[in-house]
Every structure is written in C-alpha cells, then in structure tokens.
C-alpha cells in the first residue's frame, strides 16, 4: 500500500544500518514488503536528526529526540516505559495508527 505516496506525501526511509549490509537489509526486508519504494528514496546516516523532513517515525527513542520534525515513536519493547508523550513524541502501535496520526497532521496543516 503506498497511500502516502498516492496522497502526495513524500517517503524517504532513514536508516542507521551501516553501509556494509544495508543492500541486503534492504532487499529481504523493506523492497519486498513496500516494493514501490526505491533506492532514491533511502538515505543512510546514524545521526536522524540531520534529516530535514516534516515527520520521523522510529522506533528507537534517540533517533527522535532532538530531530527538528514532529517525533512518532512506534511501540517496541525496547521503548515501552518510555514516556514518548512526557518527551514531545507521539506514541503509536501499529502502521494504521501511524496513518490516522499523519492524515490528522496534514488536515492540519492545510486548513
């Protein structure tokens, strides 16, 4: 499902895995669950909060914090204490929730 795409968003992953596995990470796991992203739309760094976009979603807790974007924590066991809200994040559970958070920010952001 690339509804965000469809709805006009742009999609880029951001991910901290190093340089030397990434292509295989890549292929097992995110082309073939979400194969209409591409190679353009990766961008490799372990300092998130370089990223210079709207919205990151993460599931680890300093990749968040103090990014220059609206913060979603998903749900992990390695985050579950965390106090995501406490800490100007946005907790979710699941990638429908993430959807209902994103749509609600755009509404926002248009009217």
């Known amino acids: ?23 295989e990470k890549m292929d097992d796991l995110l082309f073939r669950w979400f194969p ?15 990223i210079r976009g709207d919205i990151l979603i993460d599931d680890v807790v300093h990749n968040l914090e103090g990014g220059d974007y ?24 699941n990638w429908e929730e993430i959807r209902e958070v994103v749509s609600g920010i755009a509404g926002s952001a248009e009217g």
């Open 36 to 50: 209409f992203i591409t190679w353009d739309q990766v961008i490799i760094t372990r300092r998130k909060q370089l």
């Open 70 to 93: 609206i913060k979603i924590l998903m749900t992990a066991p390695h985050n579950r204490d965390y106090d995501a809200e406490g800490n100007g994040m946005i907790r979710v559970n």
């Open 1 to 23: 499902d690339c509804s965000f795409m469809d709805e006009g968003h742009e999609v880029y992953i951001v991910t901290a895995t190093p340089y030397i596995s990434v292509a």
